[in-house]
């Protein structure tokens, strides 16, 4: 026994003095990988094509899409991305960006907007939706959120977000709220951000677009959303439908106040 | 027709900072399909930077690169209102030169 004595409390040091040399947490090696990704974000090319799309003469109607109303008048782009979704009065409903980037393009450009919705995400006009919804989000770089809920369909549409969020389902049987419900929870290396309240700056919905390195795709929020329906083993949700719109209110009326970091980069 | 590189050059105590992206796909070859057929390669093959018409960099790349690939340099003794331009070249003979200003 005495002679085991000192051995253990060497073991016992060696084990308290690991934490203290300044180790780096899995999180903060993350974090600096995504510092490092960031400088070089291909989000940015995306970015470049929606801008030449919006000024561009395009469809059957050779028109740009200079004259698109998306919140804050014709041809206003700074800023309307942290008001988005809300209620236009020429549908009569309530539309997130990229419903309303398909509108405009079937108005002003004479594109089919139900055909476009029909298009797989990253194909055709689908993918210019993104690449232009990209573009928009980026010149609301650093706003905050603030989400208009004075029309009775926009608070409807939370009201039904909220519902959806909280729905469980699939073979799984869990709902948003069972991931995004709490603080602290991850998947994998992943945080996951609480999104029944504000999650801060650039968490959660303040994040989308955002280009994924591991698949080297730009990701619009319509198709998050898709992908959080598909983990649920849902069906995936119409493009545009009511319920992702109403999810999307949900998240931004929640995100009020959080700054926008869109278009970001992930995994 | 290939999308446009986006190159930022900084100048900063003797050198610029030249960051560049590109659009391209970089299929490595090893890919299937979802028929189970082989993506081509497709991939760019050599890179070259020049500083006022002066080459200052080449470098051969593979299809170990990834899809919209970021390149980062230095060039010494470069200042603002140089113009540095870059140019890539792929498997498929396909080229494209894109050129900016030293800020």
Same mark, same amino acid.
């Given at each position: ?67 698109? /109303? ?14 988005? !979704? ?104 992943? /945080? ?16 989308? !677009? ?58 | 027709?290939?999308? !446009? ?34 993506? !081509? ?56 030169? /894109? ?5």
């Amino acid at each position: 026994m005495k002679t085991v004595f000192p051995l253990s409390i060497a073991a016992a040091m060696a084990l308290a003095l690991t934490p203290a040399m300044a180790q780096k947490t899995a999180s903060q090696g993350i974090d600096e990988y995504r510092a490092m990704l960031a400088d070089g974000n291909p989000a940015e090319l995306f970015e470049a094509k929606g801008e030449d799309l919006w000024k561009k003469a395009r469809g059957p109607k050779n028109a740009s899409l200079e004259k698109c /109303d998306l919140g804050k008048g014709p041809g206003v782009v700074k800023g309307v991305f942290v008001e988005l !979704p809300r209620f236009f009065a020429d549908t009569q409903r309530v539309q997130d960006l990229e419903s309303r980037l398909a509108s405009c393009m079937e108005m002003l450009q004479g594109f089919n907007a139900a055909e476009i919705a029909k298009t797989p995400f990253g194909r055709g006009e689908m993918a210019n939706v993104t690449s232009l919804a990209t573009w928009v989000s980026a010149e609301s770089k650093g706003l905050k959120f603030n989400l208009s809920q004075s029309h009775t369909q926009e608070k409807t549409f939370y009201e039904v977000g909220k519902r959806l969020f909280f729905q469980r389902g699939g073979t799984h049987d869990f709902s948003c709220a069972s991931c995004h419900g709490e603080e602290g929870k991850r998947i994998r290396l992943q /945080d996951l951000p609480i999104l029944t309240k504000s999650p801060g700056d650039g968490l959660g919905f303040a994040a989308w !677009p955002a280009y994924r390195v591991s698949n080297g795709q730009m990701w619009s929020m319509q198709l998050r959303l898709n992908d959080c329906y598909r983990q649920q083993r849902f069906p995936y949700p119409g493009f545009g439908s009511d319920a992702t719109i109403a999810l999307s209110t949900y998240l931004g009326v929640n995100a009020k106040g959080a700054a926008s970091i869109a278009p970001a980069i992930k995994r | 027709m290939s999308d !446009p590189m986006r190159i930022r050059a900084q100048a900063t105590g003797g050198k610029a900072t030249v960051r560049v992206l590109m659009s391209h796909e970089m299929e490595s070859g090893q890919r299937k399909d979802a028929a189970g057929k082989t993506v !081509p390669a497709w991939f760019i093959q050599e890179v070259t930077a020049t500083l006022n018409g002066k080459q200052v960099l080449s470098a051969e790349w593979g299809p170990a690169v990834a899809k919209n690939p970021f390149m980062q340099f230095n060039i010494k003794s470069a200042k603002a209102g140089d113009k540095v331009a870059v140019t890539w070249k792929d498997n498929k003979g396909e080229t494209r030169t /894109d050129e900016a200003t030293v800020s």
